[in-house]
């Protein structure tokens, strides 16, 4: 069953340091998301990409966060200046819009991320 | 605020048991409700409801919506250990949004 694979798996960054984290989502998908979790809480919506740009993004988006699709299969989470509160769970998803609704999100394992 | 309450937080039975897991949800322009399984890592997943009063049947596993109540129930009959993991209900909002709104979370554990 074809899957989002996503890496590193884990991450340890100093504080003030960029991040890149890496996914490649499910081939024949349209829709692109990250989400976060930090530990013990809600999975938290970030940001959604559609058609090689943004169509969504939450509050937690801020100017730190930027997202790329730099070629035909890779998408990525760019933190350029991390902070403490920035350590979480980062999962990234795919949809298709081949059914009426594109929330069937398919979700890669998640990258751990550790900012000290 | 969009908002997904699910109760109990956690959950302790024994291999055999039926369980049943709750989602309650205020959303604004309600468009689907989804149930996720998360193991250890990524959230698998089990169903996606629009409509109320169908169930949704996937082996030992089920969901009904009831729109009018707002709220969703996810079956487990006959638990086995494998069916250990913290189950998310998700629902999406809006018609032009894309983004779920995850509750905290069923940690459930089945003992053998």
């Known amino acids: 069953e074809p899957e989002v694979t996503q890496t590193p798996s884990h991450q340890v960054t100093q504080m003030g340091q960029e991040v890149i984290l890496r996914c490649v989502p499910i081939s024949n998908h349209l829709y692109f998301y990250w989400y976060r979790q930090i530990l013990g809480q809600k999975v938290e919506f970030l940001v959604s990409f559609y058609n090689n740009e943004i169509s969504e993004k939450s509050e937690i988006f801020d100017d730190q966060f930027s997202v790329e699709r730099p070629d035909g299969s890779n998408f990525t989470l760019k933190i350029r200046s991390t902070k403490l509160e920035d350590s979480a769970m980062y999962f990234c998803a795919s949809s298709s819009p081949r059914d009426s609704y594109n929330e069937k999100l398919f979700f890669g394992s998640g990258t751990q991320l550790s900012v000290l | ?112």
Not at chain 2, 24 to 29: G, K, L
Not at chain 2, 30 to 45: G, V
């Open chain 2, 1 to 112: 605020e969009d908002k997904v309450v699910q109760s109990p937080l956690s959950l302790v039975v024994h291999e055999g048991d039926t369980v049943t897991l709750n989602c309650s949800y205020e959303v604004t322009n309600f468009r689907s409700l989804l149930w996720y399984k998360q193991e250890k890592k990524a959230p698998t997943f089990l169903f996606m409801l629009t409509s109320s009063g169908i169930e949704k049947k996937s082996g030992r596993l089920s969901s009904i919506l009831d729109k009018k109540e707002l709220f969703s129930i996810l079956n487990i009959t006959a638990t086995q250990t494998g069916d250990s993991a913290i189950y998310l209900c998700a629902v999406s909002p809006q018609g032009g949004s894309e983004k779920l709104v995850f509750g905290k979370g069923t940690k459930l554990t089945v003992n053998p």
